[in-house]
């Protein structure tokens, strides 16, 4: 077990007096199961339930008060009551809807017992009628490694440290932008990190890629009954991953025969599962931020080294000394993607790009981000400042100045003037420093106030 930043927003989250029921949520394989096993560490008891197993199950069929039903818990797990905390996880839940309806008795009568659930498909429980006690749980995102989390896996500590705080010295960074596209090769999937963290054999990992995929297609009678949605989320699984981090249309989607209402539930499906995300635009460069539905969106999967193993990217990355020079620069956009996710806990957290609302234009700026009440342009691109058009296009209707390039060079800022003549402060963070954004912006707005 290699450290998982979501470690300590789990401590917090226990040493909270506001603290109710967590639910975890994760794709499949994300290690849910081996972060809470982790964590109970810390507790005198813990009590594990896999709802899908049958006699797990069953025990929430029972009408017994909480307290008694504690008890069974410590007998189904063969786990003898000690002095001190206890911890209760319930894995797979979306499997029992009565232990969905159990949560918010646990808040309400056994406050002093800390419950974790946790479920790769919570939502198949809409079919069922049941709902989540509103008011009565909280909510937390487990994703893929961040390229943080890699750096730990295999040792880097140091480096990972000075990552974490943007402060790397120069002498460092081809060494760490090295380790970032081999992160952006093979990905966050933690059996992924842990095996390439213990051998370094990259090829070996295709077996686990192979497994993964396996595994997210079989899980398609989970998502959809049957019937013509089961059909489209198979067709997604299996040809959607060569369309990360492009725009694209629903109907007849990567030219299958499926209609746009068809493709857009399966799609709706999916994201739910957390597998991916279908990314809006948004047409204001001031807040709020609000995404244009009617606006074609782009495709970002949950984690680039299942794209590049099932899009046969692998060769073209591995040779990529500038992975904005990789396949039309949609690798870098996907990974650039999947780091901005791991800023945020939140399970709603969304992503966004801007294009200009005037009609005819074509501006277009990668990503937008939401930091201190102003929407941040992000673009993911290398060369000279005057070639950043979409940027100067947006600053051009910003109220703030601020802008962010990410690319392979350094870490620097320019003072930079659009053609309309508007001055603006155009940060230019290396790949690795994504993940780090918030403490990036933070330094240059207190330097400016101060």
């Known amino acids: 077990m290699f450290e998982r930043d979501v470690l300590t927003k789990l401590k917090l989250w226990s040493e909270s007096k506001y603290r109710k029921p967590l639910i975890l949520r994760g794709a499949r394989q994300v290690g849910k199961t081996t972060v809470v096993n982790e964590f109970s560490k810390a507790f005198e008891n813990y009590l594990y339930l896999n709802l899908e197993h049958p006699e797990a199950n069953k025990l ?32 797979e839940i979306q499997n029992s809807p009565k232990a969905v309806a159990r949560l918010r008795y646990f808040y309400e009568e056994l406050p002093e017992v800390f419950v974790i659930a946790a479920g790769s498909l919570l939502e198949s429980l809409i079919d069922v009628h049941i709902s989540f006690p509103v008011g009565r749980v909280e909510y937390m995102a487990l994703r893929p490694c961040s390229f943080s989390e890699f750096l730990g896996a295999i040792g880097e500590t140091a480096l990972r440290n000075l990552v974490k705080k943007a402060e790397l010295p120069d002498a460092f960074h081809d060494r760490t932008i090295a380790l970032f596209n081999i992160y952006t090769l093979i990905g966050g999937m933690p059996e992924v990190v842990r ?9 070996s990992l295709n077996k686990v890629y192979e497994t993964l995929l396996d595994g997210y297609r079989d899980d398609v009678e989970k998502y959809a009954k049957g019937g013509i949605l089961s059909d489209v989320i198979r067709y997604i699984l299996t040809e959607g991953w060569a369309f990360a981090g492009q725009s694209i249309t629903l109907g007849s989607f990567a030219g299958s025969p499926y209609k746009a209402r068809e493709v857009g539930e399966a799609f709706r499906t999916l994201t739910k599962a957390l597998l991916l995300e279908l990314v809006y635009p948004t047409v204001s460069a001031s807040i709020p931020l609000i995404s244009d539905m009617k606006r074609s969106p782009k495709l970002l999967w949950l984690d680039t080294g299942l794209v590049n193993y099932a899009a046969g990217l692998q060769k073209e990355i591995f040779g990529a000394s500038d992975i904005t020079d990789a396949w039309r620069g949609m690798i870098a956009e996907q990974i650039v993607g999947q780091e901005l996710l791991t800023l945020s806990d939140k399970v709603s957290q969304r992503r966004n790009y801007w294009v200009r609302g005037k009609a005819g234009s074509s501006a277009e700026v990668d990503f937008v981000y939401l930091y201190d009440s102003m929407i941040i342009p992000i673009e993911v691109k290398s060369g000279h400042n005057a070639k950043l058009r979409s940027i100067h296009s947006f600053m051009d209707e910003a109220p703030h100045n601020w802008a962010v390039r990410v690319w392979s060079g350094a870490y620097s800022v320019d003072e930079v003037k659009t053609p309309k003549g508007k001055y603006f402060h155009l940060i230019n963070i290396p790949f690795y420093y994504v993940g780090s954004l918030d403490v990036v912006m933070a330094k240059h707005i207190k330097s400016t106030i101060n």
């Open 60 to 91: 929430f069929d029972s009408s017994l008060p909480l307290s008694l039903l504690m008890d069974m818990f410590h007998v189904y797990c063969n786990k003898p009551k000690k002095e001190g905390k206890t911890l209760l996880f319930i894995d």
């Open 195 to 203: 095996n390439y963290a213990s051998d370094g054999d990259i090829i």
